[in-house]
């Protein structure tokens, strides 16, 4: 059973760093990319950030580059993401997902909880 499991959410001040760790189970995502992804209350699940099978990393917009860092340790079946000087608008469960074989998110996280305090 593939299993997607996210760890590292929690209150954190305005300012403040999270490491958001996902490690997966059942099978090696070593050559898909993966991805992750946030949903704030009462808005639509967004993309925040992918990284392929080789490291090549994408994100939602330049704003969440300079801030949050998407990597991953294929040895760990495992994906990251660093966020630096969050922002209270960046609270939301933040999910991670895995692309399959018809190139779409097809596993996903439960979710972690992010709150950002101002």
């Known amino acids: 059973q593939v299993q997607l499991v996210e760890s590292g959410g929690g209150l954190v001040q305005a300012g403040g760093s999270l490491r958001l760790s996902c490690a997966a189970s059942?099978?090696?995502?070593?050559?898909?990319?993966m991805g992750w992804f946030r949903q704030a209350p009462g808005k639509e699940r967004e993309f925040v950030a992918s990284?392929?099978?080789?490291?090549?990393?994408?994100y939602s917009n330049s704003m969440l580059k300079g801030r949050f860092t998407i990597s991953r340790d294929n040895a760990k079946n495992t994906v990251y993401l660093r966020m630096d000087k969050l922002k209270p608008e960046d609270t939301a469960v933040y999910y991670c997902?895995?692309?399959?074989?018809?190139?779409?998110?097809?596993?996903w996280g439960q979710g972690t909880q992010v709150t950002v305090s101002s």
């Open positions: 059942g099978r090696t995502f070593s050559r898909n990319a």
């Open positions: 997902a895995a692309i399959g074989s018809n190139s779409k998110y097809d596993y």
């Open positions: 990284i392929g099978w080789g490291g090549i990393t994408y």
